[in-house]
């Protein structure tokens, strides 16, 4: 994975026999629960995902063979796994000779209820890689015959996962992407993230995802013999859409996602950082004076409630997913 550091967008609506339609009193038509507010799965079929997914991952690390779980991953940690199996193959078409199997233990899940389409439900869960973390999963699917797949990795440590508000029966509750409540609605949040980081401002709390990362780009805009560019922007669509689940404090964690851009310029007389094998194997065109590189990153936040407050940025997760030389 990268730092401790599409699939598709909702389906096209179904078309159904007239005897599969009931009209509620409001009016509403429900095709087969679809507009009932239930859980989004059982806890069963839940962990039987996550087994899955950890299988389907290990064997697509230990090949390099992007087949094994193209079917278990989206939005953007599909987009992470993609590259880094892409430059993976390119560098040992043979195999990861470092593979260490991933295992993932302590599940503890959190299945909102909600109506409609995609549904998705969040692992909370002890990992081989690292101690002292959690690895919180977002696995989301649009259709039901469509696998469960993880579209959002978040590596936290224990004392910063949040607790969750749960019902009477053990049932999270999905937050709304324009709910009210918040000091940023879900749905804005990856785009206010990413005027944070061009302009800064109020809105985000201190860290390193935040004022940590302003600074180091301003201390590396521009450096002698050498220019960065970065470009910020948020990704809302299909599988890249935000999702929050509501916290025992009446805020929400946010998942979120974001691509940026860094572009560095060599001056006249001066060379281009080296850039890693990996990175090269992802590479189009010959760096000789400046190089892109894009990136994919995943988000975790809390959005507290109220209508301010900042927005706590958790944790992220990040990968280049494109490389361009020039």
Partial sequence: ????????????????????????????VTVH???????????????RALDTFVTAYNKADRTYDRSADEKYVTGPLAAIDAAKLKAGHALQPEGNPKHSPLKLTDAKFTVPKKAGWPRWFVAD?????GTGTRWLLVFTRDAENRPWAVSYLTVLRESQVPAFDV????WGEAVDADASGLAVPPQKLPARYAAYLKDGGSGFAPGPYTSVTREAREKNESRPGLATQFIDEPLTSGDNAPVALR???GGALVFFTTRRYEKQTASQGSDLPAINPSVKALMTGEPKQSATYGYVSNQAALAPAGSSGPVQVLGRVQG??????S
């Fill in 247 to 249: 916290t025992k404090d």
């Fill in 33 to 47: 629960g679809e507009l009932e507010v239930v859980p989004t799965t059982t806890k069963a079929e839940a962990a």
């Fill in 1 to 28: 994975m990268s730092e401790v550091r599409n699939r598709r967008g909702r389906p096209a609506a179904a078309v159904v026999a007239a005897a599969l339609l009931s009209l509620t009193a409001s009016g509403c």
């Fill in 167 to 170: 019902d009477a029966d053990g």
């Fill in 320 to 325: 280049i997913t494109t490389a361009e030389g």
């Fill in 125 to 129: 869960t002890d990992s081989s890689r």
